[in-house]
């Protein structure tokens, strides 16, 4: 499986402004004393080689991922990084009249603004399946696309919509994936999606708090993502703090992601749904205090394995 992500942030996009611009290539500018900057191969393996975030940046638009295996697609959530999700698509070979799936976690306007700016929706003959455990999703689309909030409706659309209501933990199949759901707290709720294919196992886990760390909260998670090859999770907040000031929001941490992961087994963790509130620094620094944590848990093999990413905007991820 291929997992790429064209969107990671939560909540709102968060494009960057130009203060958070500027410093980065007053630091790049700064640390090339010794680059000759008139050689352009010298200059590209400089941003090649500085450190993560410095030359590039985390992104901001909101959840949208595609997983791949062979010719087999599947997409998670609409939010704004779906536009271009669309437009890559377009450019790449997809054929209108095709057949698109897409698994909804939940229908907060961050994860489903990017559905009206998805070009394929628009193409004569695509059959468009949306799945997801909310009871009337089809309205929860519709709404969003009311002439009130945007210009064209979705019935305008030329493809053909679709949606398909799941049940709580119902295992189905859609092409080589089959694919699990469990419940998550969050206000509204929020569906984790566990998506299998070739003895590889994915799970995205965003929009969830684990309220108090116990047995009774976490062991039907610990349960679900049981030896999950890949567990993206909603780590949105970068500090504790944050944590406490924004207790039944709904969102979590890298440190609780870390041990979760731990505990499920999980080989490899991706930290999801960056607060808008977070910069790129912000957000490399709660990786590297991931990582910290996760040393300091001085775990015995092979708990000690576990591997740590930041997801970022155009990430791609080879399961
Ligand atoms: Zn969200
Ligand atoms: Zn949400």
Not at 3 to 32: C, H, Q, Y
Not at 76 to 81: A, R
Not at 144 to 170: G, K, R, V, W, Y
Not at 246 to 262: D, K, L, W, Y
Request: charged share 20%; glycine share 8%; net charge negative.
């Amino acid at each position: 499986m291929r997992v790429t992500f064209w969107g990671t942030r939560g909540s709102i996009p968060k494009p960057m402004v130009t203060d958070e611009f500027r410093i980065k290539v007053k630091r790049l500018l700064m640390n090339a004393q010794n680059v000759n900057l008139s050689d352009e191969a010298a200059v590209d393996n400089y941003l090649d080689n500085s450190p993560f975030p410095d030359a590039t940046t985390f992104g901001g638009n909101t959840p949208c991922l595609e997983i791949n295996e062979g010719e087999h697609q599947i997409i998670l959530d609409c939010g704004s990084g779906m536009r271009n999700l669309g437009h890559y698509m377009m450019n790449s070979g997809f054929t209108p009249g095709g057949r698109i799936d897409i698994l909804q976690t939940h229908t907060h306007w961050d994860h489903i603004i990017g559905f009206p700016f998805f070009v394929p929706a628009y193409t004569k003959n695509t059959e468009i399946h949306i799945h997801g455990v909310h009871s009337n999703l089809r309205e929860r689309f519709e709404q969003q696309m009311d002439l009130i909030h945007f210009p064209i409706t979705m019935n305008e659309m030329a493809s053909q919509i679709t949606f398909h209501q799941l049940t709580e933990e119902e295992e189905f199949t859609l092409g080589p994936f089959s694919i699990k759901n469990k419940g998550l707290i969050h206000p509204g709720g929020s569906y984790a999606y566990r998506i299998a294919a070739e003895e590889k196992t994915v799970i995205l886990a965003t929009d969830g708090e684990y309220k108090e760390p116990s047995d009774e909260i976490f062991m039907p998670y610990i349960n679900f993502f049981k030896d999950a090859d890949v567990l993206i999770f909603d780590a949105m907040y970068a500090s504790l703090m944050k944590t406490i000031e924004r207790e039944n929001f709904g969102h979590s941490t890298a440190a609780i992601g870390v041990g979760i992961a731990i505990n499920a087994g999980v080989k490899k963790l991706v930290l999801f749904h960056h607060d808008p509130e977070s910069s790129d620094t912000d957000i490399a620094n709660s990786f590297f205090k991931a990582k910290q944590y996760l040393g300091s848990r001085n775990l015995p093999p092979p708990n000690n394995s576990l591997e740590i990413v930041t997801a970022f905007d155009s990430l791609e991820i080879d399961v």
